[in-house]
């Protein structure tokens, strides 16, 4: 099976911008979060990696924060960049026309340095709320050369098996200009940087109707494919289930990979739960996944090759319309028994009574939830 990293973030009270629902049993620390996660993993044997959001998951002893990872049975991944809550923040980053604000977010972004030497974590995810509202407000070149200045620095301090993900969004929160609004724009820059140095695509980071698959094919043929923040969207939004708005997009995006033979990618889940529960949702998140990966592994091939090279477009389009139409759960169930698992990992997460055990013992504190 593939290896899928859950989000921290996903386990605490997370949701729309306008309202946070909490929920019973949420993790008050990060150490609870871990511990959720783990439980994803039980279920699925799939989700053995866990990516940190600093600040939100700060805490006094990031080493200890990974022994304890490695007792529940996971490991710490991707460590995730925070320079869009400061209030400083509020004219970008990086990209500010402000020298001391620029250094303030060169600074955290080389502490999330420190954090990935003392996690053992080999990858540093970067995404910038950076740009403008309106004409004029600031120079476009200008920014683009001072986010390209702040990158070169960060990419520097990079140690040996160390690399560094550059992820990109259309818009939000600004609305004029992003600095980083679009998978040529990341790929530009890490071009620059030097081979340790991929663009990360964010399934919800498009404007509808975006071939997602051809950026994914492009950037895998340009060796340039550094990972993927898997979810869903409706309309502007991102962090729906993956696989809950257009599962035929998902597998399409798994049909490129298998093709490219690239399965070992990074797979992450950038999710916010709202309503629906924190840790079924990324059981079922998972099990989305593997059964569009699973599809994908059962298109034809040959049959394909041969029908594109016969200018045979029914022929083609029906080798993959085939696969896809295939229903993969009893493969997928017999394969997870094969593995000592539990056929239903949703059926058998419910089972196991955790959900109660946290609802009671999780009393006091402070939740954890978005930006926290």
Same mark, same amino acid.
């Given at each position: 099976? $593939?290896?899928?990293?859950?989000?921290?973030?996903?386990?605490? =009270?997370?949701?729309?911008?306008?309202?946070?629902?909490?929920?019973?049993?949420?993790?008050?620390?990060?150490?609870?979060?871990?511990?959720?996660?783990?439980?994803? &993993?039980?279920?699925?044997? #799939?989700?053995?990696?866990?990516?940190?959001?600093?600040?939100?998951?700060?805490?006094?002893?990031?080493? *200890?924060?990974?022994?304890?990872?490695?007792?529940?049975?996971?490991? $710490?991944?991707?460590?995730?960049? =925070?320079?869009?809550?400061? *209030?400083?923040?509020?004219?970008?980053?990086?990209?500010?026309?402000?020298?001391?604000?620029? !250094?303030?977010?060169?600074?955290?972004?080389?502490?999330?340095?420190?954090?990935? +030497?003392?996690?053992?974590?080999?990858?540093?995810?970067?995404?910038?709320?950076?740009?403008?509202?309106?004409?004029?407000?600031?120079?476009?070149?200008?920014?683009?050369?001072?986010?390209?200045?702040?990158? #070169?620095?960060?990419?520097?301090?990079?140690? +040996?098996?160390?690399?560094?993900?550059?992820?990109?969004?259309?818009?939000?929160?600004?609305?004029?200009?992003?600095?980083?609004?679009?998978?040529?724009?990341?790929?530009?820059?890490?071009?620059?940087? %030097?081979?340790?140095?991929?663009?990360?695509?964010?399934?919800?980071?498009?404007?509808? %109707?975006?071939? @997602?698959?051809?950026?994914?094919?492009?950037?895998?043929?340009?060796?340039?494919? %550094?990972?993927?923040?898997? =979810?869903?969207?409706?309309?502007?939004?991102?962090?729906?289930?993956?696989?809950?708005? *257009?599962?035929?997009?998902?597998?399409? @995006?798994? &049909?490129?990979?298998?093709?490219?033979?690239?399965?070992?990618?990074?797979?992450?889940?950038?999710?916010?739960?709202? @309503?629906?529960?924190?840790?079924?949702?990324?059981?079922?998140?998972?099990?989305? $996944?593997?059964? /569009?990966?699973?599809? /994908?592994?059962?298109?034809? !091939?040959? #049959?394909?090759?041969?029908?594109?090279?016969?200018?045979?477009?029914?022929?083609?389009?029906?080798?993959?319309?085939?696969?896809?139409?295939?229903?993969?759960?009893?493969?997928?169930?017999?394969?997870?028994?094969?593995?000592?698992?539990?056929?239903?990992?949703?059926?058998?997460?419910? !089972?196991?009574?955790?959900?109660?055990?946290?609802?009671?013992?999780?009393?006091?504190?402070?939740?954890?939830?978005?930006?926290?």
């Amino acid at each position: 099976m $593939i290896e899928i990293e859950t989000c921290s973030w996903a386990y605490g =009270n997370s949701g729309t911008r306008f309202k946070v629902f909490s929920q019973r049993g949420v993790p008050r620390d990060p150490y609870e979060k871990l511990a959720d996660a783990a439980q994803v &993993h039980a279920f699925t044997g #799939a989700a053995s990696r866990v990516a940190l959001h600093i600040p939100w998951d700060q805490v006094a002893d990031f080493q *200890d924060l990974s022994r304890y990872a490695s007792e529940l049975g996971i490991r $710490i991944g991707a460590i995730n960049s =925070n320079v869009f809550q400061d *209030d400083d923040y509020m004219l970008g980053s990086v990209a500010n026309p402000d020298p001391r604000i620029r !250094r303030k977010a060169l600074d955290h972004l080389l502490a999330c340095v420190d954090v990935m +030497e003392a996690t053992g974590s080999d990858t540093l995810k970067l995404w910038f709320a950076d740009g403008t509202n309106y004409p004029g407000q600031d120079d476009i070149r200008a920014r683009q050369d001072r986010l390209a200045e702040a990158l #070169a620095t960060v990419y520097q301090h990079l140690g +040996e098996g160390r690399r560094m993900l550059l992820e990109y969004k259309l818009f939000e929160p600004a609305f004029y200009t992003t600095d980083v609004p679009d998978w040529g724009t990341a790929y530009a820059h890490c071009l620059r940087l %030097g081979e340790k140095a991929q663009v990360v695509v964010d399934t919800g980071h498009h404007a509808p %109707g975006t071939n @997602i698959e051809f950026i994914v094919a492009v950037l895998l043929r340009e060796g340039k494919l %550094g990972g993927f923040d898997f =979810n869903s969207r409706f309309y502007a939004d991102d962090d729906l289930m993956v696989g809950a708005a *257009d599962p035929f997009q998902l597998f399409r @995006i798994m &049909h490129e990979i298998v093709s490219a033979d690239a399965l070992g990618v990074s797979f992450m889940l950038d999710q916010c739960h709202n @309503i629906e529960p924190k840790i079924p949702g990324q059981i079922r998140s998972v099990m989305n $996944i593997q059964e /569009a990966t699973a599809k /994908a592994l059962l298109v034809d !091939r040959a #049959a394909l090759a041969e029908a594109q090279a016969g200018g045979d477009v029914l022929g083609a389009n029906a080798v993959l319309m085939d696969a896809y139409n295939t229903d993969v759960r009893p493969r997928l169930a017999a394969l997870r028994e094969s593995q000592g698992l539990d056929p239903d990992p949703m059926a058998a997460y419910h !089972r196991s009574g955790y959900a109660e055990k946290i609802a009671a013992e999780r009393i006091g504190g402070v939740q954890a939830g978005w930006g926290a």
